[in-house]
């Protein structure tokens, strides 16, 4: 038995800016994500990708969300950023992720987009890691229009008890119940993380991918409230 607290991983995804990236690292984030889907309204180029990438200190992990891309450009993007991991979130097959990754060059998390309300029964998150083996991690996140960062939350009871994968939490996550979902999480999987993008962004309809800094802090905060009572309990 480890006397270790567990240790939750955090990203912060949908970075634009420099400040906001630092933000995140300071705060104590495992991983940044920057949106390379050019109809989100967070998207960047590659190109600045790795500007912001180049900031990043050592055991911060890069993560370059793609949806349906070319598998030549994903693999062009990820070669600009070193150490990058690959998040794949359209309706990509296994051959799709691995041809998109360079065949095992790069690592890759592939979404599974989960349906809000009842729905979500009916999701064999079981099967869909297993038909997904390749990836490092499946990312959980609500099914809505489009493809991520809709701030909807699905509900985190309805999946399966056991997962033999590593996950990442997502979709709807705030510093007021980051903590609900890794309790109600944690016990279901290999190991579990959390991906937040709206949940740490300024209040406002036009600051999509303008992150808050007090937000940042408080979701790292409560990530880590929520690892202590874990241990404690």
């Known amino acids: 038995m480890s006397l270790l607290p567990p240790r939750t991983r955090i990203k912060i995804c949908g970075l634009t800016r420099e400040a906001d990236l630092d933000a995140a690292v300071e705060a104590g984030a495992d991983a940044v994500g920057f949106v390379l889907y050019p109809k989100s309204p967070r998207a960047i180029a590659p190109e600045r990708a790795a500007v912001l990438a180049a900031r990043l200190p050592p055991f911060v992990t890069p993560v370059l969300l793609f949806v ?20 794949f979130h359209g309706d990509e097959t296994p051959a799709d992720c691995l041809a998109a990754s360079g065949n095992g060059r790069f690592r890759f998390m592939r979404a599974a987009r989960i349906p809000l309300g009842e729905a979500g ?14 990836a490092q991690a499946i990312l959980l996140d609500a099914h809505v229009d489009g493809y991520g960062g809709g701030g909807k939350a699905f509900d985190w009871s309805l999946l399966p008890p056991a997962v033999d994968a590593h996950l990442v939490l997502s979709g709807g996550l705030t510093p007021a119940n980051v903590g609900d979902g890794i309790r109600t999480l944690r016990t279901r999987c290999k190991t579990l993380s959390v991906d937040v993008s709206s949940g740490v962004e300024i209040d406002g309809p036009g600051n999509k991918g303008l992150k808050d800094a007090g937000k940042i802090r408080q979701f790292v905060a409560a990530v880590r409230a929520a690892d202590a009572s874990s241990f404690s309990s």
């Open 121 to 134: 029964a009916h999701f064999d998150l079981v099967k869909y890691a297993s038909d997904f083996s390749n």
């Open 68 to 87: 349906d891309a070319q598998p030549a450009e994903a693999i062009a993007a990820l070669a600009r950023v070193p150490g990058a991991i690959a998040q």
